[in-house]
């Protein structure tokens, strides 16, 4: 089994056959002479959690805007429901608009509505009448965990329930598409592990389609089911999240996961040495059933053992994502087997260096 | 005082209370809707179109820059077409409401400019339509510092009040002009200034009370 493949069943699988709600095609903003999106192509798939990473200025909150017709593309098709949104007139985006409920960072509530002002609010705007949207409102508060906040006014809630109010105002349209500009963004670790858990219950339940932009792996390695790493106006990396987490391609992607993949403790870096002096230190990356395993195995291949230095098996989208460091002792031909048991069984093996400490 | 300076007393108290409360509920209908146009039109707002905004702008700052005594005399003919007279309390409602309302107009646009751009966005990305941005965002939003605005304007008007006796609107402060200045009765003047310390003092209170009440930021 190599990293390549997807083992069967999988989501991933599943999303290829569903019809796209959004579809991008070579999409293009400038701002003066920078562009701030420079040729995107990307597809969202209906009931999928697309994620898009990037740093502050790589251009996802422009592209984010474009999908919703608040800031228009220079060039490029844009299609919301195989409808072309592009060239339409502010009075007919209105429509499309309520097609797309929207969740943003600061949660941009209105102060002087309640929590139920607030969330019927775009059913006003779509013209129901007042008892009808005051109930669909009461349902949403349910959903979104606020029983008993409905006459509160923003001012009197936590972040986190102004957030819950903010995904209840988007949802009460029943849109077909969810867009997230960095909604946990202003929030605790706490919170936002919570306002994430009910994202993905909404997106399991209600099979809402979610877009969501963040600055964030933690946030996509929790919750998306598909990744898209947009740099400089580019998307330059695109998948499954537990395959972009197991084996990133461009140096983007490995600078953003940096904080949350193991890497080698620079301490052991420092003193590593190029020829053979000592321990030999592998870095070893697998992901796959056998991820959970390879160790054991290992243990059993090299009479003399080896230490584990840093690294395990993480646990992405239900995949065993293993990225560990290792070192073999400098024992006759224990490098090359150790090298030969890892390969056999698919893993990514790179000789980082000796360590002349351990002998 | 005499039962007539207390009878002309009274009379100059509703002078000033009339003169305020109709040339302040104008500025607020024409001033409030010039202050939008001020900030729908001006850059990134909900209708941008710069050149109308030169022009609002500067037919705004004409009419701000002229000290209202003069402004009182220019507008005699505008007056008295609309009065039928330049002279008396009704004739200087048409000089205090064409000042204050620029006035209030640039407080108004003030107060609108605050409201955090976000919110509008939001409304907009529900589908909302201008006039839903200025109904359900703008003005809802603005309204504790719109309310604010418009009592610092009421109290303005009390004091611009007191140069329209220059056209015998009469007023409090036409009188503590005539009697106590120029007839040197301290007693009415002392009297007029007691008045309008109270008068100010209860507008402000009730304004800032208002606003307490419409306020649910944090």
Redesign the interface.
């Known amino acids: 089994m190599t990293l390549q493949q997807t083992p069967a069943g999988h989501p991933a699988d599943a999303e290829s056959g569903r019809e796209p709600v959004v579809r991008l095609s070579g999409v293009r903003r400038h701002f003066g002479q920078t562009p701030a999106i420079d040729g995107v192509s990307l597809t969202v798939r209906k009931g999928e959690i697309l994620g898009l990473i990037g740093r502050s200025g790589a251009g996802k909150s422009t592209l984010i805007r474009c999908l ?1 017709g ?1 800031e228009r593309p220079d060039s490029g098709s844009i299609q919301i429901e195989g409808r072309e949104i592009t060239k339409l007139s502010e ?1 007919e ?6 097609r ?1 409920g ?1 969740i ?1 960072q ?1 949660f ?1 509530l ?4 309640t929590v139920e002002e607030n969330i019927a ?2 059913l ?3 013209g129901w009448t007042k008892e009808k949207r005051l109930a669909r409102a009461a349902e949403l508060i349910d959903l979104v965990g606020l029983s008993g906040k409905a006459r509160s ?3 009197a809630l936590s972040g986190g329930q102004k957030q819950r109010v903010g995904i209840a ?1 988007a949802l009460a ?1 029943s849109p077909a598409l969810l ?1 997230s500009d960095e909604a946990t963004s202003a929030l605790d670790p706490e919170t936002t592990a919570s306002i994430l858990e009910l994202l993905k219950d909404i997106n399991k339940r209600l099979g809402v389609t979610i877009l969501l932009i963040t600055h964030e792996m933690e946030v996509i390695r929790t919750i998306a089911d598909r990744v898209a790493v947009i740099d400089a106006g580019r998307i330059v990396e695109e998948g499954p999240v537990w395959s972009v987490f197991a084996n990133p391609h461009t140096e983007t992607t490995r600078n953003m996961l940096s904080g949350i993949r193991p890497n080698l403790p620079p301490h052991v870096a420092a003193r590593l040495v190029g020829e053979p002096s000592g321990e030999a230190i592998l870095g070893v990356d697998l992901s796959g059933p056998d991820a959970g395993n390879l160790l054991a195995g290992l243990s059993a291949e090299l009479p003399d053992g080896f230490r584990l230095v840093h690294g395990g098996v993480d646990h992405i989208q239900q995949q065993s994502v293993a990225r560990f460091f290792i070192g073999i002792p400098p024992a006759a031909d224990a490098l090359a087997r150790a090298i030969a048991y890892l390969q056999r069984h698919g893993a990514k093996v790179e000789v980082l260096g000796h360590d002349p400490r351990h002998v | 005082m005499t039962p007539v300076m207390f009878d002309l007393f009274v009379r100059s108290f509703w002078e000033t209370v009339i003169m305020t409360a109709a040339s302040g509920a104008i500025s607020l209908l024409a001033g409030l809707p010039l202050g939008l146009a001020l900030v729908a039109t001006g850059r990134g707002g909900i209708a941008e179109n710069l050149w109308i905004n030169r022009i609002l702008a500067a037919i705004v700052n004409g009419f701000r820059s002229v000290p209202f005594i003069i402004l009182l005399v220019a507008l005699i003919p505008v007056t008295r077409f609309i009065v039928g007279t330049s002279i008396g309390m009704w004739a200087a409602i048409v000089p205090l409401s064409i000042a204050a309302t620029p006035y209030y107009a640039r407080m108004a646009e003030v107060s609108l400019r605050e409201v ?1 751009r ?2 509008v ?9 201008r006039w ?1 941005i200025v109904r ?2 703008l003005v ?2 603005a ?1 504790p510092s719109l309310v604010a605005g418009f009592t610092v304007t009421l109290i303005t008007l009390i004091g611009a009040s007191a140069m329209a006796g220059a056209i015998g609107a009469g007023g409090l402060g036409d009188l503590a002009i005539r009697y106590g200045y120029q007839r040197f009765e301290t007693a009415v003047m002392i009297a007029v200034v007691a008045v309008l310390i109270l008068v100010v003092c209860a507008i402000q209170w009730a304004g800032d009370r208002l606003v307490a009440r ?1 306020d ?3």
Not at chain 2, 121 to 129: Q, S, T
């Open positions: 919703n608040l009075e985006l209105q429509p499309v608009r309520r797309i929207m943003f600061h941009n209105l102060s002087r509505k609010l775009p006003k705007i779509a006014y923003p001012s105002r349209a867009l | 955090d976000g919110l966005e939001a409304v907009r990305a529900m589908g909302g339509n839903t359900e965002v809802p939003e309204l419409l649910h930021k944090a």
